[in-house]
């Protein structure tokens, strides 16, 4: 059964510090990596990750995959009380040609100020 | 335009009642997508609209109908629901180059009580 797992679950930092999240993922049809923020209510796309070793980069968000070892981190740096949220990995498994994509439970990101 | 609308954006409904909820995108994104979300939990796919055509549907219960009337809508038909149904429905699209569907992006959702 294909799968998503995001670590930690939640997580509290001060205004500054550097937070490194984590998902690794067991999936047949691997076809991409994705990292959304929910804050409120619609999740908001980050990055979508297809290639092993290529660091994406937005401000003081960054992502890299590692297709070996089935795993993705994001890198948020100088944390603002902004970053508050809910970050969720998904993985599109394909599937043929299907925009399929299966969610990890997220981590809960509080940043104290 | 860069956005996914979702209407309404409450809605309580009896168990008899049926309701729409309705999704637009005007971004020339050809896959649309239903994705239910209950309390602390992450999203879980529904349905996927590729070209107009019903693709996936992840053994949804009949209650819950889609219809995707052109490119840039979609709409969810709701019926006879139960209680536990409640949840945020995320409406989703996506660009399709070829046979990839790159990444999606959310509408706002709708909250749906269901009494």
């Known amino acids: 059964e294909d799968k998503v797992v995001q670590s930690p679950l939640s997580l509290v930092v001060h205004e500054g510090d550097t937070v490194t999240l984590n998902c690794s993922y067991e999936?047949?049809?691997?076809?991409?990596l994705l990292w959304y923020k929910q804050e409120k209510k619609a999740p908001t796309f980050l990055f979508m990750l297809?290639?092993?070793?290529i660091e994406k980069k937005s401000g003081r968000l960054s992502s890299i995959l590692d297709k070996k070892e089935l795993f993705s981190i994001l890198n948020i740096t100088a944390t603002q009380t902004g970053d508050s949220a809910i970050y969720l990995c998904?993985?599109?498994?394909?599937?043929?040609?299907?925009?399929?994509?299966?969610f990890g439970k997220g981590t809960k990101l509080s940043v104290k100020p | 335009d860069t956005e996914v609308t979702q209407t309404p954006k409450h809605l309580v409904m009896g168990m008899t009642n049926k309701k729409s909820l309705k999704c637009e995108q005007h971004m020339g994104h050809r896959a649309m997508y239903w994705y239910k979300q209950k309390a602390k939990k992450p999203p879980e796919l529904m349905f996927v609209y590729s070209y107009e055509k019903l693709s996936i549907n992840e053994s949804v219960p009949s209650r819950f109908s889609p219809e995707c009337p052109n490119s840039s809508l979609l709409n969810l038909h709701l019926h006879a629901l139960q209680p536990e149904d409640s949840a945020l429905y995320l409406c989703?699209?996506?660009?399709?180059?070829?046979?990839?569907?790159?990444?999606?992006?959310f509408g706002p959702g709708t909250r749906l009580t269901v009494l």
């Open positions: 989703a699209s996506s660009q399709v180059t070829g046979r990839t569907y790159n990444e999606q992006f």
């Open positions: 998904a993985s599109d498994t394909g599937g043929g040609s299907q925009g399929n994509l299966i």
């Open positions: 999936v047949t049809n691997f076809r991409s």
């Open positions: 297809t290639s092993s070793g």
